[in-house]
């Protein structure tokens, strides 16, 4: 046994089946532990939940022999140690599942969003399970034997990891079959394996994509407004994160929502996403795909609502961002970032507030006299886990406040004050938009629209911000904040006691600017 764990000089094989046991005893805390709130620890289950660490770790030993060689096998585990000590930190922290749509969000995730996440316990992770595994692997010498040998020793290796298996799936047969059809998220929280398996989605609804052919629509559209008509003027807002039932006007026992009460709105009380992360829902919503057909490919290569407004030649479209970035809806259009202090005048150090958004919009309306207009602010919003950064401190009514990323030292009520706080902002953001807009409406027909992009969960359960899938997300991740407010030479009959969503958007848009297409559907469009 003592020569088994011998690092200095080691057979291939050995390596393999070591680090496989490390990766699941140390990796799957996540899975180990929702597994037992479905199989609790008891005599009748003890036997197949240590199959299931068996058989995991068999998977894995499969796994890295079938990609093992004297040049791969070194690189390989190091990589795996690496990115494993970050997504055992984040599931174990925040509870969330590493799957294509988690991977996606980290690949458009900015610098800045990222040190939002930094934290001293993300080091630990970074330092005890990525950087000195790796360190004792790249120092460890493998003994390779030659070819034949070794190509014997793999497939023997094999050979027992597979019967292993197949035994062992054998003998617990009624509790594996329950495991794989009824229980399936189990297995997104198995480490390295399941994050290893969305990075292989994720390139296959990219990279490996090919050249991206972009499908126009509605190439018809035109408005169909009389001459004489008021020039229409819009600002769409897309919030970050604020689930429906911390707003006040959806019944919140706390008046987050002090200053919108006061506006004549238009409140959607049943309003839900598409997806349950900004790089899933914000090109879902904008896109002609509803959240059953839209898919991340679908959104890259159609053309979405703002290039049907520009078909029109009528409709002058300006997206500004003081989030991550569009997420590729505004790509073709005007596009200006306000998340430094370059374009953007209200920043606190290095928070730039959404509020800066506002700053020049009167000159934009001055230059495009002869046309409509629709205007695109994506917030910040109420983005995680660091709330207490997303508002100004004369903001910071409920106290006390999370003060840290690290969600798990604070208490839920902490948690709570620091988003309700942010959700205050975001009240007299949208507030101080209708004001701007008011001026306007002796002019223009003005609208402005609001829409989260997403909910957040805050601690229920154990959960903590957004990005599961959509099938297994909790309502605060899904049942988001939306109202709409029309200006006085604008009134229209809304139904807001209905259940909409976000596929109602691209209809919505359509139907405000009088768009007439074939892509337009008026059983969809909230204002028929």
Known sequence: ??????????????????????????????????????????????????????????FIVVLLTLLSSQWTTKPIIIIIFIVSSLTTYFMNTY??????????????????????????????????????????????????????????????????????????IFIFSKYYTSFAREHKPLR??????????????????????????????????????????????????????????????????????????????????????CGTSTAESVPCMFSVYDRGDYSYKKGISTENVLDVLTHTNEVEVLWRDNNSDSKGVAIRNTYEDFKTAKNNTICEADECRDEGMLVGLDGYIKTHPNKNILIVLHQMGNHGPAYYKRYPKSFEKFTPVCQTNQLEECTQEEIGNAYDNAILYTDYFLAKTINFLKPYSKSYQ???????????????????????????????????????????????????????????????????????????????DILK
């Open 188 to 273: 997104y929280y198995t480490n390295p394996t399941y994050w290893i398996y969305s990075i292989g989605k994720y390139i296959n609804l990219t990279v490996s994509s090919g050249p991206i052919d972009v499908q126009a629509i509605g190439l018809d559209a035109k408005t169909v407004t009389s001459i004489n008509a008021p020039k229409k003027l819009t600002i769409m807002v897309v919030g970050e994160a604020a689930r429906a039932d911390r707003f006040s006007l959806n019944g919140y026992s706390r008046e987050t929502n002090p200053l919108l009460k006061k506006e004549n709105i238009v409140n959607f009380s049943k309003m839900y996403s």
């Open 446 to 524: 003005t609208t402005m629209i609001y829409m989260s992009d997403h909910g957040e969960s805050l601690g229920e359960n154990g959960l903590y911000l957004h990005g599961l899938p959509y099938f297994m997300a909790p309502d605060a991740q899904t049942h988001i904040g939306a109202f709409i407010w029309f200006g006085e030479n604008n009134k229209k009959e809304v139904d807001a006691n209905k259940e909409y969503s976000q596929d109602n958007l691209f209809h919505t848009l359509l139907g405000v600017f009088d768009v007439k297409s074939e892509v337009y559907n008026r059983d969809m």
């Open 1 to 58: 046994m003592k020569g088994f764990f011998n690092l200095k000089n080691i057979t291939q094989s050995k390596l393999i089946v070591i680090v496989s046991l490390f990766l699941v005893v140390f990796y799957n805390y996540s899975f180990f532990t929702n597994t037992l709130e479905i199989y609790p620890l008891t005599v009748e289950n003890s036997g197949f939940l240590f199959s299931l660490g068996v058989v995991l770790t068999a």
């Open 95 to 168: 509870h969330v599942v590493i799957d294509e749509s988690m991977i996606q969000n980290t690949m458009q995730t900015n610098m800045k969003e990222s040190m939002d996440l930094l934290s001293l316990k993300q080091v630990l992770y970074f330092v005890l399970l990525g950087i000195l595994p790796s360190y004792l692997v790249y120092k460890t010498r493998i003994n390779y034997r030659p070819f034949k040998v070794e190509v014997f020793a793999k497939l023997k290796l094999l050979g027992i990891s597979l019967f292993v298996m197949v035994v062992l």
